[in-house]
């Protein structure tokens, strides 16, 4: 295996030195706010829609979707649904009318017609939450992939890896800014189209470009019959799974135009019209990549030995696709499958260094131009004085998702990553969705809905069965919860809060509004819906 070994090392600094070359290049070709910020608006449809599909198709739908569908059929397959779906409740309301009504961040829409501090310190607080819940994912990936691709199990490396992924994404954002991170997610989107592309050739072929041969025999190796292929096997067992079904499906399918780091994409083009565009580009896309996902999940079930599939099972699911790779190159100890599953490895390590690279960045971005600029200093700080607040916030954020992600290991990172659009939908999309159509919508309504959004839906995930009380896995003897087993605080049945604490926003930001005495800022809304439609003076938007 050493040959291997030496093999897969290079292809992934290969992989690291590529994206550390764009990112220094495009840091000689950057200055000022504009381009840190939002890449100096110069990304045209076509490339932003790379981008939001290199920011989308996360290690999350790479590695835990491929996974979920491998390990529960049918019910992991509605991830991809829900993740697709979503796209489309963010071109109809979100991406034009934020684009012509902000500048850099979520807040500079919401705060040009409310009180700019507490608006700004909420929808800061809000990003920041929910960009560590989606890194935690990331870095879950990352150490995973690493230890596979070494052969190690060791506690220790993995968790070096995920400190060496989160130096890395600080480097990313301090150096090249939005410029460089939107460069490597292009890059990164065209290796992980071409790569999953390959895969899914590959398995076809193993069955004669039969699905129906394919579907039969994943079902069959599942050890789980006819049941893989139908609704239920995993959210169908109880009435509290179904609920939590609907949960998710909730979640997923509000939770992207809430999403932050999808968000601040939509200043990077020069027109209302090219993002409309990028959205367009990008759920092609990433449509094609989650049918690739239905291949790579049940192709892993039908396709890897008894021995690879529990390894998968132990993962959490987080390997079926290197896994595959492997096994469709001609199994574990072979030349070819040495080749392909370095190769889709380093793909996927692409993949978490470029949505790293862009979740920090937005985080960075809104703590240096929402808190720092408009709250701390009201608006007179210099551009270089953002900046430089900016990449030192980048770092302190790295290292609380290094500290997260490291008793985070053992979860699927699908599900990771829904726990943040969860939280995404609760605090950000009620704020966002009241401002653009809601004339009499004011501070204290967006305040109830940014915080109490937030605050319930973290403290629901808290009070989980995630965090406690699920106890030991009766097959792999491990804990099934973050806490110790020993620890049992959840008394929220359900694993994702969608369900109860995203009405609970829109409520909350309801009840604040009507309940407020602050005069409505008509001229200012109208004002709004005049930029909203027109993108006119789009550049001033946020200053009040």
């Known amino acids: 295996m050493e040959g291997h070994q030496v093999l897969t090392t290079a292809l992934f600094l290969g992989v690291v030195a ?43 739908s790479f590695l835990g979707i491929s996974g979920a569908i491998a390990l529960s059929g049918y019910d992991g397959f509605l991830y991809s649904i829900g993740f697709l779906v979503a796209w489309l409740v963010a071109l109809l309301l979100v991406a034009e009318v934020l684009r012509n009504s902000g500048r850099y961040t979520m807040a500079d829409q919401l705060a040009y017609r409310m009180r700019q501090k507490p608006v700004r310190m909420a929808a800061a607080t809000s990003t920041v939450v929910v960009s560590i819940f989606y890194l935690l994912a990331q870095m879950v990936g990352a150490g995973a992939l690493v230890a596979l691709l070494l052969g190690v199990s060791s506690d220790g490396l993995k968790n070096l890896t995920i400190f060496f992924v989160g130096a890395l994404m600080i480097f990313y954002v301090t150096v090249g800014g939005m410029k460089g991170t939107t460069w490597v997610q292009i890059v990164k989107a065209v290796l992980l189209m071409a790569g999953s592309a390959l895969i899914v050739v590959l398995v076809l072929a193993k069955f004669g470009f039969n699905l129906s041969e394919l579907l039969g025999t994943a079902s069959q190796n599942s050890g789980k019959g006819a049941a893989f292929l139908e609704p239920g096997l995993k959210y169908g067992v109880s009435t509290t799974s179904k609920i939590d079904f609907i ?152 290292l609380i998702a290094i500290v997260l992600a490291i008793p985070a290991q053992k979860l699927n990172i699908a599900f990771l990553v829904a726990l943040a659009f969860a939280v995404a939908a609760s605090a950000n999309l009620p704020a966002i969705i009241y401002n653009m159509f809601w004339r009499r919508f004011n501070t204290r309504g967006a305040l109830w809905s940014i915080y109490g959004g937030l605050v319930s839906s973290v403290g629901l995930v808290i009070f989980s069965p995630i965090v406690s009380g699920k106890g030991i896995d009766a097959a792999t003897g491990k804990n099934l919860s973050l806490l110790p087993a020993s620890v049992d605080i959840s008394w929220f049945p359900l694993e994702n809060p969608g369900i109860v604490s995203i009405p609970l926003g829109f409520l909350l930001g309801y009840l604040g509004t009507i309940t407020s005495k602050e005069p409505s800022a008509e001229e200012r809304y109208t004002e709004l819906e005049v930029r909203a439609l027109t993108g006119a003076g789009a550049e001033q938007a946020s200053t009040h």
């Open 18 to 60: 590529l994206t550390v070359g764009i990112t220094i290049w495009a840091s000689r070709n950057s200055s000022g706010a504009a381009d840190h910020y939002a890449g100096g608006r110069g990304f045209s449809g076509f490339q932003n829609g790379l981008a939001i599909g290199g920011d989308y198709m996360s290690a999350a």
């Open 247 to 398: 949960s998710l499906g909730i979640a997923l399918v509000l939770g992207t135009a809430g999403l932050p780091h999808i968000l601040i994409r939509f200043y990077t083009t020069p027109t209302s019209r090219d993002a409309r565009k990028s959205v367009l580009w990008a759920i092609g896309l990433i449509g094609v990549f989650y049918l690739f996902t239905l291949i790579l999940g049940f192709g892993a079930a039908a396709l890897l030995d008894e021995d690879a599939y529990a390894e998968v099972a132990a993962s959490g699911g987080n390997l079926a696709s290197p896994l595959l790779a492997e096994a469709v190159g001609g199994g574990s100890g072979s030349t070819g499958g040495a080749v392909l599953l370095a190769v889709i490895a380093a793909v996927a390590f692409a993949t978490i260094l470029a949505v790293v690279a862009g979740l920090t960045l937005t985080s960075s971005v809104s703590v240096a131009h929402d808190l720092y600029n408009s709250v701390f200093k009201n608006g007179q700080a210099s551009e270089a004085e953002e900046i430089r607040v900016s990449r030192i916030a980048a770092g302190v954020i790295g």
